[in-house]
């Protein structure tokens, strides 16, 4: 079993719709990532989250929220889907003690029509 | 700006032959991490580099991670077509505010002919 799952893998939706991306982890890390890759631009850090209480924003957290329910869950959501936010969304998680390196789901392209 | 340059963007090689691919800060890296990443895939970690001048190996893809870690290489030996796919490097810079910082490069998309 994939240690760091994304679903949906894929989703089409249309503007101003809302939408949630759920990212889940069995790995027990303390931290978990959302980015978003566009062709050209390499990964984006949307939101990161070092342990439940805590929510940061990255370098492009506009139009994104997120939520962190448990150790193990960190969801992305688009209040209020736009064109530009048609990318490939990747969820990660690290732990933060030890000096280890992040692991990555495997992506949820997303559509914005 | 870009913090992480990452060259060269697209890189087409014959099957066999060798090809360096280069990450550059103008920041020190406290910890650089090489990922492949398959067309509409999840990343796959290669390599993480912490120490000046440190460099690892895994089959025949090396990195390594210059004296003043500023800067690092990945060279692929004979190359294959299972090697094709985004290369990407991801580094940890402190920020002016002392806050620790996760960036990446934007990709080296490598074709190996065969």
């Known amino acids: 079993d994939a240690d760091v799952t994304q679903t949906p893998r894929n989703r089409i939706t249309k503007t101003g719709k809302r939408i949630m991306l759920e990212c889940s982890q069995t790995k027990g890390h303390d931290r978990m990532y959302w980015y978003r890759q566009d062709p050209g631009l390499g990964l984006r850090l949307i939101y990161y989250s070092f342990d439940v209480k805590d929510i940061n924003k990255g370098e492009i957290s506009d139009g994104y929220s997120v939520s962190r329910q448990a150790q193990a869950k960190f969801s992305l959501s688009l209040e209020s889907a736009i064109p530009n936010q048609t990318a490939l969304y990747f969820c990660a998680t690290s732990d933060s003690r030890v000096l280890e390196t992040q692991y990555f789901g495997p992506g949820t392209r997303l559509l914005v029509l | 700006s870009q913090e992480l340059e990452q060259s060269p963007q697209s890189l087409i090689v014959q099957e066999g032959k060798n090809l360096t691919i280069n990450c550059t800060s103008s920041?020190?890296?406290?910890?650089l991490y090489w990922y492949k990443q398959k067309y509409g895939e999840g990343l796959i970690f290669l390599m993480m580099l912490q120490k000046g001048g440190e460099e690892k190996s895994h089959e025949k893809i090396t990195a390594k991670l210059d004296e003043k870690k500023q800067q690092s290489s990945l060279h692929i030996t004979a190359s294959q077509p299972s090697h094709a796919g985004i290369y990407l490097c991801g580094a940890d810079i402190y920020t002016q505010g002392g806050s620790e910082k996760l960036v990446f490069g934007k990709g080296t998309k490598l074709t190996v002919n065969p």
């Open positions: 920041k020190t890296l406290y910890g």
